[in-house]
């Protein structure tokens, strides 16, 4: 039992990543259309400060967005900012700190953003890990739950007032989830994806980003019924050249270097699709769905299970004290 319940969700992940891989292999990646300069819009990104998260700023700075990159390090968040800026002279670009695995942090995050009366048009949940070994949070949590997860649900949540307010009727503003493909991989009861305790890294992980998704299309839903000018979407970046698979284990990360170079998208190519999420007119009003190279896909069968998506919901708001709904 005990190996089966750690061999199944690794084979169940690596199985996923093939397909991608072989998609990759012999499709033509995203190509990014001309887009209308987005000034005055202002975005916040997690994980900005490399990898994936890089990559959208920068191009969302040179649609003429104000990005913030929101990072839990400090010395990478004010390089990228440096760097960016070296690049384009006219780029609108500051690093807050946020470590999105602390719900404290979270919390100081969005007061200090509040304090600062921007407005905000797009929120990318981006920070990701993958595979990091069993641990907890600071609150306590399980680590990819936490990050990939909980602290996306409460940062999205305490933003929202700012992202209505800055939305309209046929320009919303957008909430764009990085998920991944993994989702698929994912068992789909309610009480695993609330596990506090995880045998295996790969199921967490999956899950996580299940999870996700399933915030993504309940969150959308609620913002529709109550006529809010706001959309939520997943997004699969595909396979990025990034960061997050250097805790493979050495025999697969050494395959994954090898193979990223013949098929992995690089992170602009990755980023381009995020862009075109957070911007494109093409979306405007587009939600609750589950995107890959600008194209709504399908995502797993689970995701779409309603009940799932509403107890998830409610028992998250739970764990973090918030009201189940959103509008009183
Ligand atoms: C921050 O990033 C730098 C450069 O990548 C790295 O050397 C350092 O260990 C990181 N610090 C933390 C606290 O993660």
């Not at 649609?63 to 900012?81: D, F, K, M, P, Y």
């Not at 992202?163 to 919303?172: A, E, P, T």
Request: hydrophobic content about 40%; glycine content about 8%; overall charge positive.
């Amino acid at each position: 039992m005990w190996i089966l319940s750690n061999i199944i969700p690794v084979l169940k992940l690596y199985f996923v990543g093939l397909k991608v891989l072989l998609y990759q292999l012999f499709h033509k990646g995203f190509t990014l259309p001309v887009l209308p300069t987005q000034n005055g819009k202002v975005a916040i990104v997690t994980g900005g400060a490399r990898g994936l998260g890089y990559e959208t700023v920068r191009q969302l700075t040179d649609l003429g967005v104000h990005v913030i990159i929101a990072s839990r390090n400090e010395t990478e968040g004010l390089a990228a900012v440096k760097k960016i800026c070296e690049k384009n002279s006219e780029a609108q670009v500051d690093f807050e700190f946020l470590d999105v695995a602390s719900l404290r942090s979270v919390r100081c995050f969005v007061r200090r953003f509040k304090e600062r009366r921007l407005p905000l048009h797009v929120l990318i949940n981006s920070a990701a890990v993958m595979l990091v070994p069993e641990g907890r949070t600071e609150d306590g949590f399980e680590t990819h739950f936490a990050t990939n997860y909980l602290g996306h649900f409460l940062l999205t949540r305490l933003l929202l007032d700012s992202l209505v307010h800055s939305g309209k009727d046929g320009s919303c503003s957008r909430v764009v989830s990085i998920s991944s493909s993994a989702h698929y991989a994912a068992d789909a009861r309610l009480q695993d994806l609330l596990s506090m305790r995880c045998s295996s890294a790969h199921a967490a992980y999956a899950r996580s980003k299940l999870a996700q998704v399933l915030f993504t299309y309940r969150l959308h839903h609620v913002l529709r019924c109550g006529g809010s000018p706001v959309t939520a979407t997943a997004l699969d970046p595909g396979l990025v050249d990034t960061g997050l698979y250097e805790r493979l284990c050495r025999p697969a990360r050494l395959a994954q270097r090898a193979v990223a170079r013949l098929c992995f998208k690089t992170p602009a190519e990755g980023a381009a699709a995020v862009v075109f999420a957070a911007v494109s007119p093409d979306l405007e009003g587009v939600g609750g769905c589950y995107l890959y190279e600008g194209q709504r896909i399908r995502s797993s069968a689970a995701s779409y299970d309603e009940d799932l998506q509403a107890g998830l919901w409610r028992n998250t708001c739970d764990l973090l004290d918030l009201q189940d709904s959103l509008f009183d």
